[in-house]
């Protein structure tokens, strides 16, 4: 459950144990639980109603399918919100499901499990990102270890609220550089992370990677098309980039491969993404379809 969107993945686990387990759905939701309140401290009314709402459709789902194993994990708008508890325990009351509010750290130890099952990282360092609405995640990693990883409360949603209130036009040059050295300042630990550990690759989970993924493609993908895996072409993210600083909301929302609620968050995330690459210098990059929720099936599969 994040800041942005609600994931449910149902599947079987085939006998022997060790076998792959069968997708039997993979569906998302854009509850938006950060819209209106996350910046302020706490979930506004409506996305509490389309969080209730959401999860009482998936409840439908996990009956439907028989589920007799199910976790939940929550981040970033549930851990910082002073009304995430309490719809922690709403969600409970109404529908059975235990909602487990994780930390940063362990949001992004599960999303590097993710992204392993994704990509063949191999023995190189990698920089894994996952923009969430309400925090950020970098890792760097190889297939076997990580070696730094840290949670920044700067998600898509919140840089939103702080640089492009009016997004229904074009974003300011100068709101461009206000969140560049806001990036500066806040993502120190991650330069001085980079330095050390000079990382060869990017790897972009989910959300807004998938997205510049799909504007690449020219066309929206949904989730049963996604492969685990998509080169990112860097040509391809800078004119991505491009687009989306030089146009108003409805002609972003309007670009092949983007969903209409992503249409804004992807101006704030395309700028740290370039921040990102700039202070890195890396040039090649890879998205990853999975994430989180893959993460901690990977980890219920070897408990």
């Not at 939103?160 to 300011?172: A, E, N, Q």
């Not at 000079?198 to 949904?222: H, K, W």
């Amino acid at each position: 459950m994040g800041t942005n969107t609600f994931h449910l993945l149902i599947v079987e686990l085939p006998e022997p144990r060790h076998a792959q387990p069968i997708t039997l759905l993979r569906t998302k939701v854009g509850v938006r639980l950060g819209e209106g309140g996350i910046s302020k401290g706490h979930i506004a009314p409506e996305a509490y109603a389309r969080a209730l709402h959401t999860l009482a459709g998936f409840k439908e789902e996990i009956e439907l399918h028989q589920v007799t194993d199910v976790r939940a994990t929550a981040t970033s708008a549930m851990r910082v919100t002073s009304n995430g508890p309490e719809l922690v325990k709403d969600i409970f009351a109404q529908t059975g499901i235990r909602v487990e509010v994780i930390a940063g750290d362990r949001e992004a130890e599960l999303i590097c499990a993710g992204v392993r099952r994704a990509v063949a990282l191999g023995p190189e360092k990698h920089l894994i990102i996952d923009i969430g609405g309400g925090s950020v995640e970098f890792i760097i990693a190889n297939e076997q270890t990580i070696f730094w990883k840290q949670s920044f409360e700067i998600g898509a949603q919140r840089l939103l609220d702080m640089f492009f209130p009016d997004s229904s036009g074009v974003f300011p040059e100068a709101a461009v550089a206000a969140e560049q050295a806001y990036l500066q300042q806040v993502l120190a630990p991650l330069a001085a992370a980079v330095q050390e550990h000079r990382p060869v690759g990017l790897v972009g989970a989910s959300g807004s990677f998938d997205s510049l993924a799909d504007m690449q493609l020219g066309r929206l993908r949904t989730e049963a098309e996604l492969p685990p895996s998509t080169e990112l072409a860097l040509e391809s993210f800078r004119r991505s980039y491009a687009q989306l600083l030089t146009l108003p909301h409805d002609e972003r929302a309007a670009l092949p491969g983007i969903l209409p609620m992503r249409a804004d968050m992807l101006v704030v995330a395309g700028v740290l993404i370039d921040y990102v690459l700039m202070l890195t210098g890396i040039t090649h990059l890879r998205t990853s379809a999975y994430a989180l929720k893959e993460g901690l099936l990977a980890e219920m599969l070897t408990s």
